[in-house]
């Protein structure tokens, strides 16, 4: 059975599931829980009344599949247990708002970076991926493009620099069905129009994202009040003269990414 098909006259689709179930890809599902999951040992499974309520048990690929039929909605932490993120997330919960993130991706665009736009119960949320960064540092960076666009009142995921419960901030795992509404909501491009036509097409362009570039991360920190440059890591000394492995290789083994891009 084909994956159900969205519509998109109001930018949402009606949660028209059937009792058989379309088979899902298992490397593409993997890859998907991979941009968007932090997480592995607990979940947020939303309620009928939209609020969460956290699972202390292990999140399965079924689970993340049930998800993705409509038969559950999970949402997702935006830290993993070393305060790491992922993806940063604008929530605009009014239209106004929204407008405000859609010219915030179109100005994102020209400078090259790939914005990713899901329309919302109220508004939408404005996605950018990350290969793997410090919630502090990741948070600088959304804060710093909402001031330079002068964009207020739109929440900003992760909330926290640093995980100060055992869970921290989430946000709706995307391409489920919202159980407070019945609906399932897309992304859609930079006319407002479906990203891909089906959620399998959908699943598979968000399960390989393109990521922020460290060189884009680095000058939005220089330009933030608040943001210290990253302290140098002692000297490196190279003791593995046998590894044919590249130099630069091995010294991103030794120092983060951010340290390496910045030297």
């Not at 790939?114 to 919302?120: C, G, L």
């Not at 890591?233 to 630069?248: I, M, Q, V």
């Amino acid at each position: 059975m084909r994956a159900v098909l969205f519509l998109y006259n109001s930018g949402v689709s009606k949660n028209t599931e059937q009792s058989s179930l379309p088979e899902l890809d298992p490397h593409i599902v993997a890859a998907y829980t991979q941009t968007f999951i932090a997480r592995h040992d607990c979940y947020p499974v939303q309620r009928k009344d939209g609020k969460y309520i956290s699972i202390k048990r292990p999140l399965t690929v079924e689970i993340i599949k049930k998800h993705l039929w409509g038969k559950m909605t999970i949402g997702t932490y935006a830290l993993d247990k070393e305060s790491n993120a992922r993806w940063l997330c604008f929530d605009a919960d009014t239209e106004t708002q929204w407008q405000g993130l859609l010219a915030l991706a179109l100005t994102l665009q020209q400078q090259k970076i790939v914005p990713y736009r899901e329309r919302s119960r109220r508004g939408g949320h404005l996605w950018l991926f990350l290969s793997s960064l410090p919630a502090g540092y990741a948070r600088k960076v959304g804060l710093q493009l909402l001031a330079e666009h002068n964009l207020k009142g739109i929440e900003l995921y992760p909330k926290q620099d640093q995980r100060v419960s055992s869970t921290g901030s989430l946000v709706r795992l995307p391409l489920g069905i919202h159980r407070k509404t019945g609906q399932r909501y897309s992304f859609v491009d930079s006319d407002g129009q479906p990203l891909a036509p089906t959620i399998r097409e959908q699943l598979r362009i968000l399960a390989y994202p393109s990521c922020l570039a460290f060189p884009f991360i680095m000058s939005v920190l220089a330009r933030s009040p608040h943001s210290p440059p990253p302290q140098p890591s002692p000297a490196f000394r190279a003791t593995d003269t046998d590894d044919k492995t590249p130099l630069s290789e091995r010294l991103k083994r030794r120092i983060s990414g951010l340290e390496f891009v910045s030297r």
